[in-house]
């Protein structure tokens, strides 16, 4: 699977963005809305990451691994400051 996120830095007029890179597994949630169980290899780095720079905690998800293109498309036609999650 694939998640995103997509910010904007205020203060300084640009947005960022956030790839990574995990896999559903098949443990089962009491919740209500869309959610999922997600294994992250090196989850406390990626954690850290998201505090330090101040990404908010909703992504949005899919079930395919389209982290390298959308990655490509946003740094190279769009310019963006992307940071991209890898293990």
Sequence with gaps: MSFARFSTDDLNGKILDMWVKGS???????????AGVVRIPQLQKLLRYICENG????????????????HEAATRYFGWDVHWHKA
């Design 24 to 34: 559903f597994t098949n443990d089962s949630l009491e919740t209500f809305g869309g």
């Design 55 to 70: 990404f908010e905690h909703h992504v949005a998800a899919n079930f395919s691994t389209v982290a390298g293109a959308v």
